[in-house]
């Protein structure tokens, strides 16, 4: 019994050293083929998704939760990093942001926008959102900053809000008999507190600071989106109680510009360019030779969308603030 279990085991190992060297062989197996691709910078990596012309249309993903991690499906460090490169590449006429996300932190959505206005202010270059599964909140945030919207009929988008969380553990800890002191410099220094409950103080304050981020994102909205003369109309709208729309709901509440999908998105580029038959390619974050260990030895995927249905969850962060749709937070 004791060389039977020994060889089970020893089995067992055996197969999950292969999956890790089957997966390391295949990454690097792709990074190979994509070493084959004319890069314009060191710094990307390119795969060509068309072959055309010299004149050239640039698909970047904004997929997974936008966050500022490195292990964040939207890690928004590398997409700021993309569309600064294709400020000093020239041969890139048009950006085309392949969007799938339910949204994520404030702050990182904030940065990516800032990015996209500061790439249409210096190179002029239309920029396009193609939506697909998910464009919500932090997604539509980021892609307000865009000269055009497309989405699927079906797409889940708007959810235009901001939400923050806290949980309140005072009568569990009762129950366990369980106390909790703390020294702090200021009566709110403490706030949101989990072993305790909030003070009216607090409460009021919290409201105020949700209530001025959103008026922050209705200002982004009401800057990106002709359908909207001040921030104060996009407020009063029917749609700004977070709910998520569909593509067709948005498009009547002019939110979106068109139905369609990716291909829709390339002729959008190729009109707003004045481009025919432009190269499309994908321009992706340069891997490291540590990212590529990472990935071969562990099983855990990136954070994306494989479906509607459980879509894709965040554990919200107490006390930080969130552009996130209301379906995608884990329970």
């Not at 800032?114 to 919500?136: F, N, Q, Y």
Request: proline content about 4%; some cysteine.
């Amino acid at each position: 019994m004791i060389c039977l279990v020994v060889l089970i085991v020893l089995v067992l190992a055996c197969g999950f050293a292969l999956h890790g060297c089957g997966k390391l062989v295949h990454n690097l197996s792709e990074l190979a083929e994509q070493a084959d691709t004319p890069l314009h910078n060191p710094n990307n990596k390119e795969k060509i998704l068309r072959d055309g012309g010299p004149d050239r249309v640039c698909v970047i993903d904004v997929k997974g939760i936008i966050a500022r991690q490195e292990n964040a499906g939207a890690c928004t460090p590398k997409i700021i990093s993309l569309l600064r490169q294709v400020e000093k590449d020239y041969s890139i006429k048009a950006v085309i942001l392949d969007m799938d996300t339910p949204g994520g932190e404030v702050i990182a959505s904030d940065e990516v926008n800032s990015a996209i206005w500061k790439l249409r202010d210096k190179r002029e270059i239309p920029v396009i959102t193609c939506m697909h599964s998910m464009g919500a909140s932090g997604g539509y945030y980021i892609a307000s900053a865009t000269n055009y919207i497309i989405a699927n009929r079906m797409t889940f988008t708007g959810s235009i809000g901001v939400i923050m969380s806290s949980i309140n553990a005072t009568e569990l800890m009762d129950k366990i008999g369980l106390k909790e002191t703390s020294f702090t410099s200021g009566d709110m220094k403490d706030m949101l507190s989990p072993t305790r409950p909030m003070t009216e103080k607090e409460l009021a304050y919290t409201k105020a600071l949700i209530k001025e981020t959103f008026t922050e994102f209705a200002k982004v909205v009401a800057k990106g989106r002709e359908a909207f003369k001040s921030h104060e109309e996009v407020m009063a709208a029917e749609f700004a109680d977070g709910r998520v729309l569909s593509g067709a709901a948005a498009l009547n509440y002019g939110l979106v510009d068109q139905l369609g999908d990716f291909d829709d998105a390339i002729a959008k580029a190729c009109e707003l360019a004045q481009i025919e038959k432009p190269t499309v390619i994908k321009l992706l974050p340069k891997q490291s030779f540590m990212d590529i260990l990472m990935s071969a030895n562990t099983n855990a995927k990136p954070l994306s969308l494989d479906g509607l249905l459980p879509i894709m969850a965040a554990s919200l962060e107490a006390g930080k603030l969130y552009y996130i749709a209301p379906q995608a937070i884990a329970q």
